[in-house]
């Protein structure tokens, strides 16, 4: 698909503008056109509803970096400052992202592509929080879980300060800080025992 930027600029705004005031299954892709004064002959070939989608994920996925990280803090507080940027991001764009957000859930072909994007954002929210090495993929599968049980706290959120966001945001990656605290003691104490034994077993001979 080739892509016009600034095609996609007005369509995107289009369909962030219909979808704060009605469903998005009930959004065509000619009405969100006309709302953008531009004609289905001028999507064609590059835009469609689940590129829209697509797009606003990664927009949302770029304001993961848009503050740097503190570089002496612990890696649970750097990728929760990294989502809460992204949270930030989308709460400007609240009814309309629910609205989406809402047109997936029951939907399992929807909700599996959700789940890539979501693999996705938690990807680059390692990266954004100076995360790297070949345990990053196995991270980011822990975390986009995470990030849908932030997102559905997000959705219930009544007031403007991410209470419920942070809270649940907060739990989550705790639980696996010390899981994996508890993990990595648990293999030097293994180590030990290995080492112990095979100085024994020459000892021995």
Same mark, same amino acid.
């Given at each position: 698909?080739t #892509?016009?930027?600034?095609r +996609?600029?007005v369509?995107?705004? !289009?369909? =962030?503008?219909?979808?704060?005031q009605?469903?998005?299954?009930?959004i065509?892709?000619?009405?969100?056109a006309?709302?953008a004064?531009?004609?289905l002959?001028?999507?064609?070939?590059?835009i469609d509803?689940?590129?829209l989608?697509?797009e606003?994920?990664q927009?949302?996925?770029k304001a993961?970096c848009?503050?740097?990280?503190?570089?002496?803090?612990?890696?649970?507080?750097?990728v929760?400052e990294v989502a809460? #940027?992204r949270f930030?991001? +989308?709460e400007k764009?609240?009814d !309309?992202i =629910?609205?989406i957000r809402?047109?997936w859930?029951?939907?399992?072909?929807r909700?599996?592509k959700?789940?890539?994007?979501r693999l996705?954002?938690?990807?680059?929210m390692l990266t954004c929080a100076?995360?790297?090495?070949?345990?990053?993929?196995?991270?980011?599968v822990?975390l986009?879980?995470i990030?849908?049980r932030?997102e559905?706290a997000?959705a219930?959120?009544?007031?403007?300060?991410?209470?419920?966001t942070?809270a649940?945001?907060?739990?989550d990656?705790?639980?696996?800080e010390?899981f994996?605290e508890?993990?990595?003691?648990?293999g030097?104490?293994?180590r030990k025992a290995?080492k112990k034994e095979a100085a024994?077993h020459?000892?021995?001979?």
């Amino acid at each position: 698909m080739t #892509l016009d930027t600034g095609r +996609m600029d007005v369509a995107l705004e !289009a369909a =962030l503008t219909l979808a704060a005031q009605k469903p998005w299954n009930s959004i065509s892709l000619a009405e969100i056109a006309r709302e953008a004064n531009k004609t289905l002959a001028d999507f064609y070939g590059e835009i469609d509803k689940d590129g829209l989608v697509d797009e606003l994920d990664q927009r949302l996925d770029k304001a993961c970096c848009c503050e740097p990280v503190e570089a002496d803090a612990s890696l649970r507080e750097r990728v929760f400052e990294v989502a809460m #940027l992204r949270f930030e991001e +989308m709460e400007k764009h609240r009814d !309309a992202i =629910l609205s989406i957000r809402k047109s997936w859930m029951f939907d399992p072909l929807r909700r599996l592509k959700a789940a890539g994007r979501r693999l996705r954002t938690a990807r680059w929210m390692l990266t954004c929080a100076e995360e790297d090495g070949p345990a990053i993929h196995a991270n980011a599968v822990g975390l986009s879980a995470i990030l849908f049980r932030a997102e559905e706290a997000w959705a219930k959120e009544t007031s403007p300060d991410f209470t419920r966001t942070m809270a649940q945001l907060d739990r989550d990656l705790r639980s696996v800080e010390d899981f994996a605290e508890q993990f990595t003691s648990l293999g030097d104490k293994f180590r030990k025992a290995d080492k112990k034994e095979a100085a024994d077993h020459s000892a021995a001979f």
